[in-house]
Nanobody
Framework: QVQLVESGGGLVQAGGSLRLSCAAS????????MGWFRQAPGKEREFVAA????????FYADSVKGRFTASRDNAKNTVYLQMNSLKPEDTAVYYC????????????????????WGQGTQVTVSS
């Protein structure tokens, strides 16, 4: 049974940092991209970042480029989202997800392209 378990959310002041973790288990994710999405109250879930499991290629939404860094630790089967210079508009529930990645320049960025999902972790940034 595939499981993605996020952790690391919390309350932080604007300008602060948090690191989210997503522990993956239940199958091999070699051909997958591990994505991070977020959903703020009253808004649709949106793509934030992705990292490919095999080569560690990363992709980011424009809104977080230069502030967020996605990475993975193959030995621990864990992916991370380092979030720096946080803003109140980053407040949301953050989800980890796994979707097939074909090894090209195209990467999965829509919800329907991700097969497995975690339960989410709340990030709140106060002003």
């Amino acid at each position: 049974q595939v499981q993605l378990v996020e952790s690391g959310g919390g309350l932080v002041q604007a300008g602060g940092s948090l690191r989210l973790s997503c522990a993956a288990s239940g199958r091999a994710f070699t051909s997958y991209a591990m994505g991070w999405f977020r959903q703020a109250p009253g808004k649709e879930r949106e793509f934030v970042a992705a990292v490919t499991w095999s080569a560690g290629r990363t992709f980011y939404a424009d809104s977080v480029k230069g502030r967020f860094t996605a990475s993975r630790d193959n030995a621990k089967n864990t992916v991370y989202l380092q979030m720096n210079s946080l803003k109140p508009e980053d407040t949301a529930v953050y989800y980890c997800a796994a979707g097939y990645y074909g090894g090209t320049s195209y990467y999965p960025r829509s919800m329907r392209e991700y097969e497995y999902w975690g339960q989410g972790t709340q990030v709140t940034v106060s002003s």
